[in-house]
């Protein structure tokens, strides 16, 4: 949650919260068989390096807003929606050829956590609409594990926090936005 809410205030430290909780989610998302969450794990904590690098480069002079954000133009967010279809079909084949549990809803999280985080390294405010979609379907899956007997409640409920947590931080960098200029790339 630490890595989640100083990421929302610019804040680069958040990388090293990000490389503590990676792989301890990702012994999680291993014992319940969602082996698309446990690889994406593997990739978070390889992409904590890049991030940390990236808004480091990228402050901002203007205190409260941390770093200097971004916003994809209307070509970047067709481009990204398209390469998003094609991931989500393609793993979703994978993970259904392995036996993966819930693969559609996993090849969803995964694909669409890969772009979010992508956007996170470059500071991108479409970030927290990507991750607002993952912690929905998280939620869907962790609360289908749990009436099933399967998953934890803390796990759900941490991904019920997360989706908020995502609703508001989408909010504030609307309002950081709307107060300084930020550059679309």
Not at 119 to 136: D, H
Not at 145 to 168: C, D, T
Request: positive net charge; hydrophobic residues 55%.
């Amino acid at each position: 949650m630490m890595y989640t809410i100083l990421a929302g205030k610019g804040k680069p430290c958040c990388f090293l919260f990000g490389m503590v909780n990676t792989p301890l989610y990702a012994w999680i998302a291993f014992n319940a068989g969602y082996y698309g969450d446990l690889s994406l794990n593997i990739y978070y904590f390889i992409m904590m390096f890049p991030g940390l690098a990236a808004w480091l480069r990228h402050r901002s002079s203007v205190a409260e807003t941390g770093i200097v954000r971004t916003r994809l133009s209307n070509k970047g967010r067709l481009q990204l929606f398209a390469m998003c279809i094609i991931g989500i079909m393609a793993l979703w084949g994978i993970l259904y050829l392995i036996n993966g549990n819930r693969p559609f809803c996993d090849a969803v999280t995964n694909i669409l956590s890969i772009a979010a985080m992508l956007l996170t390294v470059r500071r991108a405010i479409e970030e927290w609409v990507l991750w607002i979609v993952v912690n929905a379907v998280e939620v869907f899956m962790w609360w289908n594990a749990w009436r099933a007997g399967e998953g934890s409640i803390s796990v759900l409920l941490m991904w019920l926090l997360f989706l908020a947590n995502g609703i508001y931080l989408l909010s504030l960098w609307m309002r950081v936005e709307a107060r300084h200029r930020i550059r679309r790339s």
